[in-house]
């Protein structure tokens, strides 16, 4: 979840903005983890979130764990994916802000995001 949330905030996505202004927040609506091999204490861990899919209210994260800073040589621990849906405070599917799919989209396609 961390991840996730950092790699809005680097993004410009102000998630407590578009909570406190009642516009809306995002809620995982599914949630795919595949555990390879378990973390130990004191591991250094590398979490790698990209951007797969966006649609008008949602977006789809796949993220990867690595032990290590490396993802090329470092052992991967688990695979996840994770949709998110932007809701309205009454808890309806509502379309994120503007701008944000923008943003999903450029992130998706490995563009450089002006923070």
């Not at 961390?2 to 809306?24: C, T, Y």
């Not at 991967?76 to 989209?105: C, H, I, K, M, Y």
Request: charged share 25%.
């Amino acid at each position: 979840q961390r991840a996730r949330s950092d790699m809005l905030r680097l993004a410009g996505i102000d998630q407590r903005a578009a909570m406190e202004s009642g516009e809306g927040a995002w809620a995982v609506t599914d949630l795919t983890i595949k555990y390879r091999s378990p973390a130990k204490l004191d591991d250094d861990l590398l979490v790698v979130s990209t951007v797969e899919a966006v649609r008008g209210a949602s977006v789809i994260i796949a993220q990867r764990i690595h032990r290590g800073h490396d993802t090329l040589s470092d052992e991967t621990l688990t695979n996840g994916r994770v949709t998110a849906a932007f809701l309205s405070p009454e808890g309806r599917p509502r379309r994120q802000p503007a701008g944000w799919a923008d943003r999903f989209t450029a992130i998706m396609n490995g563009e450089t995001i002006p923070c």
